[in-house]
């Protein structure tokens, strides 16, 4: 049997794309209807430092995961992650946590605040982060040199562009060379040219789209693979 395809185009607005082939009993339905497509902010929250402060707590504890136990760092982890989630969202919709990052975004770009109000409200999650940090680690964590370390910190990326939401495994996943973009900016050279590893990146896209000043900021040009080379601005909190 030959392999059988409906005439939809790439507009998404179409019905399921059965797609069957006459080498094995294998039917693959490719359903267009439910993309959404959207443009507006995308951003991300990570923590710094979170892999090797879990891993310096593991071997300053080697007993911390007896009997089951969870070290108190996790709860402290929770902590964080929580409230900046609480922070950003809304005006914000929550995508997912990604292990040691907060991933948000908005389909209606109007609801988000403009100019140096959007700033303003990355400083408040990064203040929460802070005083989060210091009450829950005085309250929760021993007070050995690497628990009471100062190794965790914040940083958050601000990309705007469009995606596409696809429903994916039950959630919705977002999608697009803009969403992959985004994720790329984790990994600049801002904390380096800065000094800080405590900041707000923000793409050339998202500060056009969203009028934020920059004259507290310092340029930078990224490149990654696949990508032209873009301009971000770099704002230490
Ligand atoms: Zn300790």
């Keep these: 049997m030959p392999v059988t395809r409906s005439d939809s185009c790439q507009s998404g607005v179409h019905g399921p794309v059965v797609v069957a082939c006459g080498r094995s009993d294998r039917v693959v339905v490719v359903n267009f209807k439910e993309l959404t497509a959207a443009s507006g902010p995308l951003v991300l929250a990570d923590l710094s430092g979170y892999t090797s402060f879990l891993r310096d707590v593991a071997e300053a504890h080697p007993d911390a995961f007896a009997g089951g136990a969870v070290p ?23 995508s997912k946590i990604e292990g ?7 389909e209606d770009a109007d609801v988000v605040p403009r100019g140096s109000d959007l700033l303003e409200c990355l400083h408040a ?15 929760t964590l021993c007070t050995c ?3 009471s370390r ?24 977002l999608s697009g060379p803009e969403v992959v ?7 600049s050279d801002a904390a380096a040219l800065t000094g800080n590893r405590a900041y707000a990146l923000t793409s050339d896209a998202a500060v056009a789209r969203f ?9 930078l040009v990224e490149s990654f693979e696949h990508y032209p080379p873009i301009t971000v601005h770099v704002f230490p909190l």
Excluded: W
């Design 72 to 94: 108190n760092a996790y709860g402290l982890i929770s902590s964080l992650l929580d409230g900046i989630i609480r922070h950003l969202a809304p005006p914000f919709t929550l």
């Design 100 to 106: 040691d990052a907060v991933f948000v975004f908005a």
């Design 125 to 139: 999650c990064y203040a929460d982060f802070q005083q989060t940090l210091g009450e829950a680690r005085a309250a």
């Design 145 to 147: 040199g690497v628990c």
């Design 150 to 173: 100062d190794t965790l910190d914040l940083k958050f990326v601000l990309h705007a562009g469009p995606f596409v939401l696809q429903p994916i495994g039950g959630g919705r996943e």
């Design 181 to 187: 973009m985004a994720h790329r900016l984790l990994k």
């Design 211 to 219: 009028r934020i000043p920059t004259d507290l900021a310092v340029p």
